[in-house]
């Protein structure tokens, strides 16, 4: 059974930071698309950040480009995300989830290609 656990949300004023960590379990961690999304009340879920799990490739959405940085712990199954520079547009939702089925790079931000998600962490940043 597949399991993604987020942790590490808060509420953090503008400017500060967050690391959100995603636990995986019950698959092949390795060699497979991850990505973090996230969905603000009244608005549609929306990638952030993907990686190629078995390698480096990493996928950012224009929005958090070098604000925020994907990374892995493939020796503990954990994905992270690592967000800088906080702006209350980041206020949201953030999920984790897995693409088992396609390659990153034909979608990394495609809800429909993540088959498993987690329950979400709550990214608060006020101004």
């Known amino acids: 059974q597949v399991q993604l656990v987020e942790s590490g949300g808060g509420s953090v004023q503008a400017g500060g930071s967050l690391r959100l960590s995603c636990a995986a379990s019950?698959?092949?961690?390795?060699?497979?698309?991850m990505g973090w999304f996230r969905q603000a009340p009244g608005k549609e879920r929306e990638g952030v950040a993907a990686?190629?799990?078995?390698?480096?490739?990493?996928y950012y959405v224009d929005s958090v480009k070098g604000r925020f940085t994907i990374s892995q712990d493939n020796a503990k199954n954990t994905l992270f995300l690592q967000m800088n520079s906080l702006k209350p547009e980041d206020t949201a939702m953030y999920y984790c989830?897995?693409?088992?089925?396609?390659?990153?790079?034909?979608?990394?931000?495609?809800?429909?290609?993540?088959?498993?998600w987690g329950q979400g962490t709550q990214v608060t940043v006020s101004s």
């Open positions: 989830a897995v693409n088992p089925r396609f390659a990153c790079y034909l979608g990394p931000f495609d809800p429909e290609r993540f088959d498993y």
């Open positions: 019950g698959y092949t961690y390795s060699s497979n698309c």
């Open positions: 990686i190629y799990t078995g390698g480096a490739s990493t």
